[in-house]
């Protein structure tokens, strides 16, 4: 298995809502990264998460709540969110943090928040 | 964070031509890899780069890594249709904890 699969795909929210998004890899992976992405823009990281740890927090707002509950899962929960905070989420994994072969992206959660 | 530029912003291109772009940084980076991203859909790694000078091919792309370290150049040959799609450029941070991203190419591929 070489796919970082993300559940939602697509994802419409009310900005009372909470809601959460999904992501699994199993290639033994032990970095995984939450990126949001405006449209026509490069990804933007999120957090890092290393041996499970959380490694990386790039000042995420506190309506975004990062969860990983063993090596091949990642969760994204979601908060009262706002409509700017409507993208395209990635997850992404690598074997380790920082290694230079790249990362590996899952197809992303479309998120609307209305 | 670290800014990488690339150019073209966008290009418009007939089918069968050759492509160019580059990333510039305004600071060094000891790896640097491309990626394409097809509209919905995540990043998909194309080309990794690892030293100074280096050129390196998949296919029809080929990459090289800058003598300075501060760029990168991406060059497809013969492009085809399903060349269409954003492409960005990447740099591992010296204190290897993550990759920036290019601001990215997009490309049309006119048939």
């Known amino acids: 298995d070489t796919e970082v699969t993300q559940t939602p795909k697509h994802l419409v929210m009310g900005m009372t809502n909470k809601k959460s998004l999904k992501c699994e890899q199993h290639m033994g992976h032990r970095a995984m990264y939450w990126y949001k992405q405006k449209a026509k823009k490069p990804p933007e990281l999120m957090f890092v998460y290393s041996y499970e740890k959380l490694s990386i927090n790039e000042s995420v707002p506190s309506r975004f709540s990062p969860e990983c509950p063993n090596s091949s899962l990642l969760n994204l929960h979601l908060h009262a969110l706002q409509p700017e905070d409507s993208a395209l989420y990635l997850c992404?994994?690598?074997?380790?943090?920082?290694?230079?072969?790249?990362?590996?992206f899952g197809s992303g959660t479309r998120l609307t928040v209305v | 964070g670290q800014q990488l530029n690339q150019s073209p912003q966008s290009m418009f291109i007939q089918e069968g031509e050759d492509v160019s772009m580059n990333c510039t940084s305004s600071s060094i980076f000891n790896t640097w890899l491309w990626y394409k991203q097809d509209p919905g859909e995540g990043p998909v790694l194309l080309i990794a780069?690892?030293?100074?000078?280096e050129l390196t091919s998949n296919g029809r792309l080929t990459a090289q890594f800058g003598i300075t370290r501060k760029d990168s150049f991406l060059n497809i040959s013969a492009s085809i249709p399903s060349d269409v799609g954003i492409y960005f450029c990447a740099g591992l941070s010296n204190t290897g904890n993550q990759f920036y991203f290019g601001t990215g190419t997009s490309l049309t591929v006119i048939p």
């Open positions: 780069l690892y030293k100074a000078g």
């Open positions: 992404a994994s690598s074997l380790f943090q920082g290694i230079s072969d790249g990362y590996t």
